[in-house]
Structure formats: structure tokens, C-alpha cells
């Protein structure tokens, strides 16, 4: 894996690389590559914390699991009911939206922030509980956008983020470290750019498109990340052998039997619901995961970025095996090759 990781670095002209593959009996086979900021001669280790960006979706979802097991949230609840919003403050095409519909992005919830409102965020000293319930009454103002269909939305993991800190009675970070952290002995977990390992942006953008290699941006920089009100959405960093310990919740080996020693983290059947696909073709989605229905070696994966980072993370066909991979670059070109070196490792 060394010499996988190593060599990723210097082809895709990447300054640091972390990945890790674990199998259904929680073994876990980890590395690293690189330097903390590029043109430095400090090099990352495998205690470091990356971004993870949206592949932490995935934790959004799994919590929201959680809370149904321990009797604090319900599936299928709609939206208004799990934010605790006045009917009358909603637009009345809300009512049959679900956090289900949200967290398989089928819920009609516009997908960002304004640039303005970004602005805003990141200005914001508010109590993030009041910033994600202000985030909610303002999208549903207005009505849905073709709900029923896939629409990807950061904003959607937002809404969901606003109803865990309602029923939780903490707010979503804290619910996160409680109900999914603590229990997987995660330490490692925590919001915002990762105190020692700079992300790098792109030299040029183009719309979507991040080109060219470019500087690191500082940890203590105000754009080192999203706003915070992001946090549901993708804004977590996290050691790559805790991330892949958190990723064995999703695997399974029907030839060994019930795993052995600490309880799981999930139900079978909250796995089950968690995974569920809805939609068809491209418009398929589960709950923080997308199915790979066109990459035969997987069946589900996620990416993320916040055009400083790129993270993939994937479950073989069987899901007998996990594969999460990330590196301090944000460029296009460098979320595509971490994907392919997800595969590389899984094979």
C-alpha cells in the first residue's frame, strides 16, 4: 500500500494521500504519503486528521439510524413533525416530505446556500442550532423543487442536522460524538479544516471544474472550510483509521456468522433501511451512500470535497470489504484519481 500511496503522490502531483481497506473482521490495513503543505519536507502520519467532506453524510445518516434506535426519532417522519416547524410557517407542499426523502436527497430541498448566504455563515457567531433551523424555515418557505426526484443537496443534510439538534435535545455535534463516535471509540472526529494537515485549492476554476495544482490553505483561515452551519452536510475531519472503523459498520460476512466481541453500532435491519436504494439509473440513491450500480467491484460509494480536499469511500460487491481514500487536494482531477486508487485498493 506504501508504494501504491507514494506513487499517487507523484503522479497526480498530490501533496499528501491517507487511505485505509478493512474487511468484515474489523482488521484494518492503513497508510499514508506525503507532506503536510506542498513544497514542505513535513511529512502527514497516520495519526493525522483529514477532511472529509461529504463522505460524512454518511455519519449524518447513521446518527439519524441511531436516534431511531434508542426510541428518539421514527422513519419515515416528516420533515415539519422531526423540525418541530408551525405548519402555517411552511409552504403546504412540505407535508409529505420525509427526513427519509431528505437523506436520500428526494425531498425537493434546494441544493446550497446562496453566495451571499455564504457570506453570511461564515460570518455568523449564532448557536449553530439556531443558524440550521433558520437554514430550514427559510427553504421551506417556499415549496419543494420537483420532490419525489434525486436532486444531490448539501442543504438537505442540514435540515436533518436542525432536526437531530431538536430531538436530540443537543445539538448535532455533540448527538454525533454521543450516539456515533463514542461508541466506535472514534477520538479522532471533529468539524472544520484539521489543525496540522493544509488543504490545497486549485490553481484556476472554471464553473465545476478545479484545474492546476495550487497553494495550501491554512487551517486558521476563515475559507479553510464551509461555514460550520455545513456541518451535517460534509464539514468533518477524522484520523483515516477511525474513519475506516466507522465504514465497518457497513460490512457484512454471512460465512462467518454474527461478529464477536462489542455489540455493533446498528441493527441489521437499520442497515438494511440505511442502504435501501430509491430512484432508478442515476437518479438511485440511498441514505448518505450512492449505490455503484455502473462500477461492477462496488456496491455503494461516496465522494466528497470542499475544493480543498478529495475523499472517496466505497463497500466491494459483497460488503465484505471497505476502501476510504483522501487526499489535501481539491482539484477535480484529484477526486477522480482518489476513486480510482479506492478501486486499485479494493482489488
Not at 82 to 92: N, S
Request: net charge neutral; hydrophobic share 45%.
Amino acid at each position: 500500500m506504501n508504494q501504491l500511496l507514494d506513487g499517487f503522490c507523484d503522479r497526480d502531483r498530490v501533496p499528501a494521500v491517507a487511505a485505509a481497506v478493512i474487511a468484515a473482521d474489523g482488521s484494518v490495513e492503513a497508510a499514508v504519503a506525503g507532506v503536510l503543505r506542498r513544497g514542505t519536507a513535513d511529512r502527514v502520519t497516520v495519526s493525522d486528521a483529514w477532511h472529509i467532506g461529504s463522505c460524512g453524510k454518511t455519519m449524518t445518516a447513521v446518527l439519524w439510524a441511531r436516534l431511531v434506535e434508542n426510541d428518539v426519532a421514527q422513519w419515515d417522519m416528516p420533515l415539519a413533525d422531526a423540525l418541530g416547524c408551525p405548519r402555517g410557517h411552511l409552504h403546504a407542499d412540505w407535508a409529505s416530505q420525509t427526513v427519509d426523502d431528505a437523506l436520500r436527497w428526494h425531498a425537493g430541498v434546494q441544493p446550497n446556500l446562496t453566495p451571499s448566504a455564504m457570506r453570511q455563515a461564515w460570518a455568523d457567531s449564532r448557536p449553530l442550532e439556531e443558524q440550521r433551523f433558520d437554514v430550514a424555515t427559510r427553504v421551506m418557505a417556499s415549496p419543494p423543487r420537483r420532490p419525489g426526484r434525486f436532486a444531490y443537496s448539501n442543504l438537505s443534510y442540514v435540515l436533518v442536522g436542525a432536526a437531530v439538534d431538536r430531538l436530540a435535545s443537543m445539538p448535532f455535534e455533540r448527538a454525533l460524538d454521543v450516539y456515533v463516535h463514542q461508541p466506535l471509540s472514534i477520538s479522532s472526529a471533529g468539524f472544520g479544516a484539521p489543525a496540522r494537515v493544509a488543504g490545497h485549492g486549485p490553481r484556476f476554476r472554471f464553473g465545476l471544474l478545479r484545474a492546476l495544482p495550487g497553494r495550501p490553505v491554512e487551517p486558521s483561515h476563515p475559507l479553510s472550510d464551509n461555514p460550520p452551519v455545513m456541518s451535517a452536510a460534509g464539514t468533518l475531519h477524522i484520523a483515516i483509521e477511525d474513519w475506516a472503523r466507522f465504514v465497518h459498520a457497513f460490512l457484512h460476512d454471512e460465512a462467518a456468522g454474527p461478529p464477536s466481541g462489542d455489540d455493533p453500532l446498528l441493527r441489521p435491519e437499520s442497515i438494511t433501511k440505511l442502504l435501501a436504494p430509491v430512484g432508478a439509473g442515476r437518479s438511485c440513491a440511498a441514505m448518505g451512500w450512492m449505490p455503484a450500480n455502473r462500477v461492477p467491484a462496488l456496491s455503494y460509494a461516496m465522494q466528497g470535497s470542499n475544493t480543498l480536499w478529495s475523499a472517496s469511500a466505497g463497500l466491494d460487491a459483497d460488503r465484505r470489504r471497505g476502501v476510504v481514500v483522501v487526499a489535501n487536494d481539491g482539484r477535480t482531477n484529484t477526486l477522480r484519481a482518489t476513486f480510482r486508487l479506492a478501486l486499485q485498493l479494493l482489488s
